[in-house]
């Protein structure tokens, strides 16, 4: 009998690169909006990923008073400051950031639904 060439894969992790370049949900260069859903109909929006230089109570102070809802800034160990606010604003807060000049719409993530 003939020696075979035998190859034993090694384990490779299709997401490494992924890992590698991009830390999870709090990535520096996109602006990520989301939206939970609390109980019912209830649903929360988040805004995460601003950059530090800003200020979110400034801003969140006009995104209540444009958009007629209550939120809030709250302080995540590891995401940062998260703006929160009631209901489902995604676009409204989208379009938002970006008449303001705050971020450009092509570093803004939409998420949900």
Do not use: W
């Amino acid at each position: 009998m003939s020696e075979l060439d035998v190859q034993i894969p090694t384990a490779f992790d299709p997401f490494a690169e992924a890992n590698a370049e991009d830390s999870g949900a709090g990535s520096k260069e996109y602006v990520h909006i989301r939206i939970q859903q609390r109980n019912g109909r209830k649903s929360l929006t988040t805004v995460q990923g601003l950059k530090k230089e800003y200020s979110y109570n400034k801003i969140l102070k006009d995104l209540k008073k444009e958009f007629c809802c209550n939120g809030t800034v709250v302080q995540d160990p590891e995401l940062g400051q998260v703006i929160q606010l009631q209901g489902d604003q995604r676009k409204n807060v989208s379009t938002f950031l970006v008449q303001a000049g705050i971020v450009k719409k092509e570093h803004i993530k939409i998420h949900g639904f």
